[in-house]
């Protein structure tokens, strides 16, 4: 029952990923994933060098350039302080440079005509310029931009409930990325958060994930990278839970796995009818 | 002199949340939307007639336009006005009056359930429920979930003053059960919640068993004549309309249509579908996404560009979050935060529109108070030297939050929200007025315009129930069949007939929708007026009927002949 409580979770993202997208496509998005769990080996095996691990992952996909040196330099400043922590941050550095060039354009920061000429509609309402000036300027484009992609990195249902049923968010596939009841075990698993022994870890690459990702003009796809820390969260959580099961315990994982294999039906049924 | 700090201080907090909340109360917004105008005029009219505009006496529940307001607002309403006649600022008024008071409430309530922090704290969440743009939104418009939000804290403020004096449990079981008559969703949450606290405190109140029985028995005879249409339709109206396990209306989210396979009932289960409903729905209340970037998707709900939350407080309430469920220090006011939010969200997680701020009202408390102590914690590991500098730094984040206040809800909700708030009607009215011996039809295709009509003419209440029938008074709370069709002296609010109407001489009144310019010139219709607002929109036209004009380019047409 364990087991397959664990499969039910940790299989339904990579499976609508997949189903939506193709292989192709599924393969460019999960492989930075795969330099996380390399870089999660190297820290639990005490190894320092383990935030350039990451480097990699900002060469496949572009956008996440910030990603390794933003570990980096949380390493730096809250896990490891020594000079070795320095150097790893300053070589991690090499995939701005990398980045840079081609991140602008997929950014928050690409041209924007529309929100420019909102800004100039908005601003002759004002009655007097300066105030027209604090709160309808450019900086509050990006700014707008970033807040937005920010919540709904941070936002649960987002991946629970793939936003809200009857919510479509543009520029989003809206997958759902986990059985919905989960949201139980990542609940447990951040009140636990701490007894985690790779607490650390998970912590320095969420951070780091979610400003680099809130900085894209759309975050959807490369935030399949946070699958491998939500489900360590999400599995702290099963296992507290699941720890002296009681009959209640049991119900409710009862319940869990039937509603789990109901949404992977319902997942099988749109992406057969083409309506995932 | 440190003794009266904390006194000016809440003293000054309280003058910039009845500033924030009464400057241009009655221009601000600059429409009257609907159910505005429906508690106004039906308090109007209980005051000239003792009967509601159906000329029902004295109702349990206002039928009003068919959605069965709870009581207490409009009765709040009646005693003003004699003193500030019918207008916008009237109707607005208790709900303003209400949500400052509710700042002074905030700040006793926390000063009484915690010791440690207990005045920055008390401070720091009146002065951000003072500023807040969810609570400050529905303290400026006649809402009565704002009101009902006071009742319910004040319930439980007089509870924990029951703990140490029995008596005040009378006060609040009476509070408890006006907060119920004042609004919908208080009929779940009050239950809950004294069902909670007498879990929490059963062994202390049932050593005062006598005031405990007759406190229950008291806060029934308040209810009592509301218990009476208890099983009626029209009490039941919202709840059965919105909630989303009634599938008459829509079928539950997430259904997929024309699936013909073995397990199509798994797939499509009601039980499943609307479980995954709700807690999506629940869970919405605590989604950053609408807490601080988005807010409430109804136009009448936010303010533009502001969300229920500044955005400055995200990682404070995070913060919050986290020492809430740690601190166990913070004694009862820890558990009393955390049942709040887990019980406040509860009925608008069962109707069926993500994170409805109407319905979630209370839900401000127990976030403000996390975003506070998320504050304070902050400041609480700040060095004295660095304190000064993070306490001018929040100074100036907290000027700037004002401003983007006025910004969004002085400035920009004027012009971009003047739509949603039926902004026009007075106008219309105005000019119904003038044309009183020629027949004018509003049109009322979308929307029910009669109200804010009544409301902005002050129609007598008595020729109004004359004139016009809904129901049979013995089926007031049972019969739901409604009639659109209303008539207010030389004024018709129905949708126009083309065949019909141009044969007549009259006005006819509508959106732009309702008639086009090229239908004006086909039936040869003149413009006599326009609503247009201060960016150029046409709200509404008048147009003079000519069907001499009509009849002579049309001639064979067969009401010509």
Request: net charge positive; charged share 15%; glycine share 4%.
């Amino acid at each position: 029952m364990k087991l397959l409580s664990m499969a039910l979770i940790l299989l339904l993202w990579p499976l609508s990923l997949l189903f939506k997208n193709g292989l192709s496509e599924f393969i460019h998005f999960a492989l930075p994933g795969g330099f996380i769990y390399l870089s999660l080996i190297l820290f639990a095996r005490k190894n320092r060098c383990w935030p350039l691990a990451l480097v990699p992952s900002a060469f496949i996909s572009s956008g996440l350039f910030l990603f390794p040196p933003l570990v980096a330099l949380l390493n730096l400043i809250f896990i490891s302080r020594t000079k070795l922590s320095l150097y790893i941050f300053l070589i991690s550095l090499v995939t701005i440079f990398v980045g840079f060039g081609s991140f602008i354009p997929s950014s928050i920061f690409e041209d924007d005509y529309q929100a420019k000429q909102s800004l100039i509609r908005k601003g002759q309402l004002y009655p007097t310029v300066w105030l027209a000036r604090l709160f309808q300027n450019k900086p509050t484009i990006y700014l707008d931009k970033y807040e937005f992609n920010l919540a709904a990195l941070t936002d649960p249902n987002n991946y629970f409930f793939g936003f809200h049923p009857r919510e479509i968010v543009t520029n989003n596939q809206n997958l759902i990325k986990f059985p919905f009841l989960t949201i139980i075990f990542f609940l447990i698993g951040l009140y636990y958060f701490k007894e985690n022994i790779h607490w650390k870890f998970i912590a320095a690459v969420i951070a780091a994930l979610i400003f680099n990702l809130s900085l894209l003009a759309s975050f959807d796809k490369y935030d399949f990278i946070l699958f491998l820390p939500l489900s360590l969260i999400i599995l702290t959580g099963f296992d507290h839970f699941t720890k002296n099961m009681n009959t209640l315990k049991k119900i409710f994982l009862g319940v869990f796995l039937f509603f789990g294999f109901v949404e992977y039906l319902q997942l099988i049924t749109r992406s057969l009818m083409g309506t995932l | 002199m440190k003794v009266y700090i904390p006194i000016v201080a809440i003293i000054l907090v309280f003058i910039l949340g009845f500033i924030i909340r009464f400057h241009q109360l009655g221009d601000a917004p600059a429409g009257l939307y609907i159910d505005e105008a429906a508690l106004g005029y039906n308090a109007f009219s209980i005051f000239k007639t003792g009967m509601d505009e159906f000329g029902k006496p004295w109702p349990l529940v206002f039928r009003s336009v068919g959605d069965f307001k709870a009581p207490v607002y409009t009765y709040l309403i009646v005693p003003l006005i004699p003193f500030f006649d019918l207008s916008m600022f009237t109707a607005r008024l208790p709900s303003a009056i209400f949500s400052v008071l509710t700042l002074p409430l905030l700040y006793f309530l926390i000063s009484m359930l915690t010791d440690k922090y207990k005045i920055q704290l008390s401070l720091m969440a009146a002065l951000l429920l003072a500023l807040s743009p969810w609570h400050t939104l529905f303290g400026r418009t006649a809402y009565e979930s704002n009101v009902a939000l006071f009742f319910y804290l004040l319930g439980i403020y007089l509870f924990y003053w029951g703990l140490k004096k029995p008596y005040f449990l009378f006060f609040s079981a009476a509070i408890f059960s006006i907060s119920i008559l004042t609004y919908h969703s208080e009929r779940i949450i009050v239950p809950i919640t004294l069902g909670v606290l007498f879990w929490r405190f059963k062994k202390q109140l049932l050593l005062s068993k006598r005031y405990l029985i007759l406190a229950f028995l008291l806060g029934v005879v308040v209810l009592l004549p509301s218990l009476t249409i208890l099983g009626t339709p029209g009490f039941l109206a919202r709840a059965s309309g919105l909630n989303i396990f009634s599938h008459q209306r829509q079928v539950p989210a997430g259904f997929i249509d024309a699936l013909e396979t073995p397990v199509a009932g798994l797939i499509n289960s009601n039980l499943f579908l609307s479980s995954r409903e709700f807690l999506s729905l629940y869970f919405s209340y605590f989604s950053p996404r609408y807490m601080f970037d988005l807010g409430d998707y109804g136009p009448r709900s936010s303010f533009p560009e502001l969300a229920t939350f500044y955005f400055w407080q995200f990682p404070f309430y995070i913060i919050g979050l986290f020492f809430i469920f740690k601190e166990s220090s913070l004694k009862e006011l820890r558990f009393l935060t955390i049942a709040l939010l887990l019980i406040t969200p509860i009925p608008a997680a069962i109707t069926r529109d993500p994170y409805s701020t109407t319905r979630a009202l209370p839900l401000v408390i127990p976030q403000i108070i996390l975003i506070s102590l998320g504050v304070i914690k902050v400041f609480s590991f700040l060095q004295p030297k660095i304190r000064m500098i993070g306490f001018i730094i929040l100074s100036l984040v907290i000027i700037h939050s004002a401003l983007h206040l006025y910004s969004s809800a002085f400035v920009l909700n004027e012009s971009l929200r003047a739509k949603e708030w039926n902004w026009g009607l007075e106008q219309v009215a105005e000019f119904s007025k003038v044309s009183q011996n020629i027949p004018v039809i509003v049109d009322n295709s979308r929307g029910e315009p009669y109200i804010q009509l009544l409301f902005f003419l002050k129609y007598e209440p008595y020729f109004y129930q004359k004139e016009n029938f809904e129901v049979p008074l013995s089926q007031y709370y049972t019969n739901m069949e409604r009639n659109k069709n209303k008539k207010i002296g030389n004024i018709t609010t129905r949708t126009i007939d083309f065949e019909k109407d141009i044969f007549v001489d009259q006005y006819l009144i509508s959106d732009p929708l309702a008639i086009s310019e090229g239908q004006a010139k086909e039936h040869a219709l003149t413009k006599v007026f326009e609503v247009k607002d201060s960016r150029g929109e046409v709200f509404f036209n008048g147009f003079r009927t000519n069907p001499a004009e009509k009849c002579r380019v049309y001639p064979n047409t067969k009401q010509c002949l």
